[in-house]
């Protein structure tokens, strides 16, 4: 530490329980912070921030909203989909157009390298590919929930679960017999299963007597038990519900318009 207790400013607020930053990520720290970093130590132009465990994002986020250069890394596919809607939350969906992410699956192969070498990561990415949010983070029985997605479709309505599970081997008729019966002790609108093989004839048949969940706000009918492949989303097909409001992780807020930059914080 430099200087004196009057060299330091106290004006960076700690996130409280309730703040509207907060994303529930037990490392998260303020954006007010960050930014402060961020401005005294990374010149706007040439400036790039370097961020090698992401997280939830904060710093990437703050550079981009302060028009720095960033590359953020994490070994976590959870992580990478968490700083996705992150970045579309504060800046809107055209964003994903001003970054790459590198280092994801992009085609078959790929996904099934990751299924073998890391089978809770495979499962995390194919979440991340339908904004869903996994869980539980720590291994363990998942009582075949593996992920949910929360929707309302009707105004002042109470929010509709999506329940999703992944396979990355052999599946057949049971995995559906189960998935149906998830759905129905969740009280859940849609069950998902998705897997690197492409359904059979029967788990269709078993899907399809399943029938349809009725939006009350759209009058719109979805199938409820849907079977989704890894090829499927890679096409980039999703799951069919009412996309109508809400949101699976919680919000980052809108990133407020750059104040002007602060002079250079003078540690003495």
């Not at 302060?66 to 989909?81: E, F, M, P, S, Y």
């Not at 990415?125 to 291994?139: C, H, Q, S, T």
């Not at 519900?241 to 990133?255: E, L």
């Amino acid at each position: 530490m430099y200087g004196s207790d009057a060299d330091i400013d106290y004006d960076v607020q700690w996130l409280g329980r309730s703040d509207p930053e907060r994303l529930d990520y037990p490392t998260q720290k303020p954006e007010g912070l960050l930014a402060r970093i961020i401005r005294v130590s990374c010149p706007e132009k040439h400036g790039v921030v370097l961020d090698p465990f992401c997280g939830c994002g904060t710093a990437i986020a703050v550079a981009h909203t302060l028009k720095r250069n960033w590359i953020g890394i994490d070994i976590t596919h959870v992580a990478v989909a968490l700083m996705r809607h992150r970045l579309a939350d504060a800046h809107g969906p055209s964003v994903a157009k001003e970054y790459t992410v590198v280092g994801e699956p992009t085609s078959l192969p790929d996904t099934e390298v990751l299924a073998r070498s890391d089978a809770y990561q495979f499962q995390a990415w194919a979440l991340g590919k339908v904004d869903a949010r996994p869980k539980e983070i720590k291994r363990g029985a998942d009582r075949g929930v593996d992920g949910r997605i929360t929707f309302f479709d009707e105004k002042g309505g109470r929010g509709k679960k999506i329940i999703i599970s992944v396979k990355a081997g052999k599946t057949g008729s049971p995995h559906v017999r189960d998935l149906i019966g998830t759905v129905n002790r969740e009280k859940a609108a849609v069950g998902v299963l998705i897997s690197m093989q492409e359904p059979t004839q029967p788990m269709k048949t078993e899907a399809a007597d399943a029938g349809f969940y009725s939006s009350p706000g759209w009058n719109t009918h979805h199938p409820k038990i849907q079977l989704l492949t890894v090829a499927d989303l890679l096409n980039g097909k999703g799951i069919d519900y009412p996309r109508v409001t809400g949101s699976t992780f919680k919000k980052a807020p809108r990133a407020a318009p750059d104040t002007p930059e602060q002079e250079t914080l003078d540690l003495g």
